[in-house]
């Protein structure tokens, strides 16, 4: 991110006074003085006349997006495609998790670390629920293997959810996210992934009133429940 939008974000000073305290040499970067079109990197040290920049507490945002398929789930900015430029946000949010740019549906967006923390913590078993067609017809097998569990990576997927939809289409709801999990589970067992979408994170589902490529911000409800989920060490799902 450019110095300037980066120090404009934090509420200290606009970008034009920004500009004019780098000019005078008031701004370093990791130590060294800060010029004209430097950027900042997660974890670098920013300081104004030595000392830190106050950061403004920022109001929480929780976004779900039904993605659409060649987003790609980061916020390095050099990626076509990236979501955060997709979403255009006015504040700084980032993605819970990833979904592969070939598939779609659900994901959350947020400034809030602390629901990230909790949602990828693996050990809590939280469920995200997919729809998947495949290119050939899905047999009893297929469906036992995939929920008992299927060796990819050198390590055999934790039991789950599968259900039979019609020919081509099951449901799957997964507690572990595993690299390319559901479409390298298939490929374990012969059958290639034609379309995957997410339709659940825990309580958030997605909706048809929500079209791909639209997103809104989570209600009052939805984000109460998820919350409560969250902080209960004993729930799982």
Known sequence: MLINKYISETGYCSRRETTRRIAAGRITINGKVCVKGDTVQPGDVV??????????????????????????CTAAEHVEGNIIQYINYPARIFAVGRLDKASEGLILLTNDGDIVNKMMRSEHNHEKEYIVTVDKPISDSFVQQMSAGVEILNVVT???????????????????????????????????????????????????RLKRGEWRHLQKQELELLMSRLNDPGYEG
Do not use: H
Request: aromatic share 4%.
């Open 47 to 72: 300081l104004m006349d030595g000392e830190s920049i106050p950061q403004r507490n920022p109001e929480a945002v929780y976004i779900l997006l039904n993605k659409p398929v060649g987003i790609v």
């Open 158 to 208: 934790k039991p789950c959810e599968v259900k039979k939809e019609n020919e081509k289409v099951f449901r799957i709801i997964l507690t572990q996210g595993l690299n390319l999990q559901i479409r390298r589970m298939c490929k374990a067992l012969g059958y290639r992934v034609l379309k995957l979408e997410r339709v659940r994170i825990m309580n958030i589902t997605l909706d048809e």
